[in-house]
């Protein structure tokens, strides 16, 4: 069976550890920390990035940072990881769902307005797969209205909206190195500071509420409690090993995209007859080969289409089921039917296997799988459900 995901290592992860190790000081903010650090903000132009346990833990902080209070209305799309409305949640938020747009699966920018009420304290774009939201339309909304944005990029380290960064178009954006990420240090994340009016309180809550940050660089003469906050480092054997993933970014990108071009092409007969949609990339998005997706004609041929493609030995699986349709999104208040394309969509998406480290024979081999699948009883879908 190949695998949907694999662990990667791309160079010297192993030995950075050790070196960490062999150096006796594994707490977070290291030099291992330190270098990400450096490394982030020369090469994606942010004012100020830092590392974090998980990229929950980064959207926690942006949420303190933003003040968010009890009452306060923050929008963001409902197919997501729950991290995205649970930091904003645990600070006493309320919730509200946008629907998605049927071709990149982003938040539908021309719903959010209809949405905002006085109450509303943020937007949260998502980048689903890497390929970027709207950013020059959601951020004229978030002007107008005086609104914070906090990109959530989990799936976007490294692609591009329009020539710039993801991540950094926000008051604040935030990166995933989980596992499944295309950059992995098992678990992590980091936040990214593009507003200079937050990084010296993104530094203190970082750290446990202290200044000890600006203790260690000489600014004050001891450090002290002085905001709230939580212990967001990283230890330095995960810096270390992100390190090792960093050192070979554009490799891991070439690599990903490849594979990603490979099913794309592979699927263009399968997009002629109407069995599948292949992932749809908006002129001046650069994308980064986070996940290959497509779309089914309904949930009945997905389901036969990821049983066919286990059956033939590729571990194909679907994705999120959209927050407002699961059992916290029904406590919230929402139901079946309140945001119609994320509901269908979600039905009809399958993931294929990508990682760094497919050889090439599994790359052929689920090529010529997925391009093989014949649905039972196929009646072709009306052009209007693609």
């Not at 006493?92 to 304290?121: S, V, W, Y």
């Not at 990214?192 to 203790?215: C, M």
């Not at 999104?329 to 993931?351: A, C, F, M, N």
Request: proline share 4%; net charge negative; charged share 20%.
């Amino acid at each position: 069976m190949i695998p949907f995901n694999k662990t990667h290592i791309a160079g010297k992860e192993l030995y950075y550890i050790a070196e960490a190790v062999l150096r006796g000081d594994l707490k977070g903010d290291g030099p291992f920390t330190k270098q990400c650090h450096d490394f982030l903000q020369k090469t994606f132009d942010v004012k100020r990035a830092l590392l974090t346990h998980s990229c929950t833990a980064a959207l926690e902080m942006a949420a303190l940072l933003t003040d968010i209070r009890e009452g306060d209305e923050v929008i963001m799309p409902s197919f997501t990881f729950s991290s995205t409305a649970n930091a904003f949640l645990m600070r006493g938020a309320k919730i509200i769902f946008c629907d998605i747009r049927p071709d990149t699966l982003n938040i539908d920018e021309a719903q959010i307005e209809q949405h905002i009420t006085p109450r509303t304290k943020a937007i949260v774009p998502v980048h689903y797969a890497g390929v970027g939201c709207e950013m020059k339309r959601i951020l004229e909304i978030a002007r107008q209205y005086q609104l914070s944005v906090i990109e959530d990029a989990a799936h976007a380290i490294n692609a591009r909206y329009n020539g710039q960064w993801l991540g950094t178009f926000g008051d604040m954006g935030t990166f995933s190195f989980h596992e499944t990420k295309n950059y992995s240090s098992g678990e992590g994340g980091a936040l990214l500071v593009n507003n200079p009016e937050y990084i010296e309180r993104a530094e203190i809550i970082r750290e446990k509420g202290t200044n000890r940050s600006q203790f260690f660089r000489g600014e004050v003469d001891k450090y002290s409690w002085v905001d709230i906050g939580s212990s967001y480092l990283p230890s330095e054997i995960i810096a270390a090993f992100l390190r090792g993933q960093l050192d070979h970014l554009e490799e891991i990108n070439q690599e990903r995209l490849h594979i990603w071009q490979s099913y794309y092409q592979a699927l263009e007969s399968l997009e002629n007859l109407e069995i599948v949609r292949r992932p749809v990339i908006p002129a001046g998005c650069e994308h980064n080969a986070h996940m290959f997706y497509c779309l089914l004609p309904d949930n009945e041929t997905r389901e036969q289409f990821i049983n066919y493609c286990r059956s033939q030995g590729v571990y194909a699986v679907f994705h999120y089921v959209p927050l407002h349709t699961s059992p916290m999104g029904k406590k919230l208040g929402y139901s079946q039917g309140d945001l119609p394309i994320t509901e269908e969509w979600s039905q009809r998406i399958v993931r294929l296997p990508l990682y760094c480290g497919l050889a090439q024979s599994d790359i052929d081999k689920v090529c010529e799988v997925v391009s093989g699948f014949s649905p039972e009883n196929r009646i072709a879908p009306s052009v209007a459900n693609f």
